[in-house]
């Protein structure tokens, strides 16, 4: 009797993807991430495995990296090969298989209506299937920040933009038009974001208390100052932990005094922004 892959941890950074199962043909990655309006993360290799016809209680956004996809969705056949983004809405039947006899490789991100709300699940139901580079594009770069504990902020403004954008896809006669960067609320964003340097905040907290929507905020914020949010606060974080390693700190104290979630999350961003570990940064003075 086959046993059941059982769900391993999230990928770390610069993991492409789960090892295949020998024995199964199949591997497959899930968790839950602390980022609002993900319901879950999926990650999954299936050389042979077909869903049954199924329904989710949540919004299905689908991206395969290897491999060809084949679907029926309201009893209408379609497909996804690896340059196109699939929508699939809740409550509408659906099954899936392979169109290659290699199988798949997929990612998919399980969103709640925080995002989507039930009033576009008949423009999906008619078009679920997307060719946009760009959504393609994001959509993977949201899924890295997501494997990256402590980039949460990156991960939901990343979220907000994609929201957005597949909203212009079910509905663009109902977007709002492009309004100039709100340099008072820009500011008043990075006072925020200075106060809240070492303990950070959720986007969609900061949107609340400015009385805006988080795209906005990310706008706004982006349109003054040439850079997200997300970065912004990182970069803070970098020149604090810099002071800290410099006055003698060893780099696991510095990265919990500076915000970072651990020290592999201080080390990723240090050299990234620096081009040095913390730790030859410190030996250096």
Known sequence: MATEPQPSAPPQAGVPHPPLDAASGQHITAWRPQVAGVVEVFHARFTEHAYPMHVHDAWALLIVDEGAVRYDLDRHEHGIPSDTVS????????????????GFRKRVLYLDESHLDRSLIGAAVDSPDLRDPVLRRRIGQLHTALGRPGDELEAASRLALIGERLRGHLRPRLLPATRPADRTLAHRLRELLDARQVEGIALDEAARQFGVHSTHLIRAFSGAFGIAPHQYLMSRRIDH?????LA??????????AGF????????????????????YARSR
């Open 248 to 257: 003698g700190h060893p780099p696991g104290e510095t990265a919990v005094a």
């Open 241 to 245: 932990a810099r002071r800290l390693l």
């Open 87 to 102: 929508l699939l809405p809740p409550d509408v039947p659906h099954n899936g298989s392979a169109a290659t006899p290699q």
């Open 261 to 280: 979630y651990d020290q592999p999350h201080l080390t990723r961003h240090f050299k990234r922004v620096v081009g040095t570990t913390p730790g030859r």
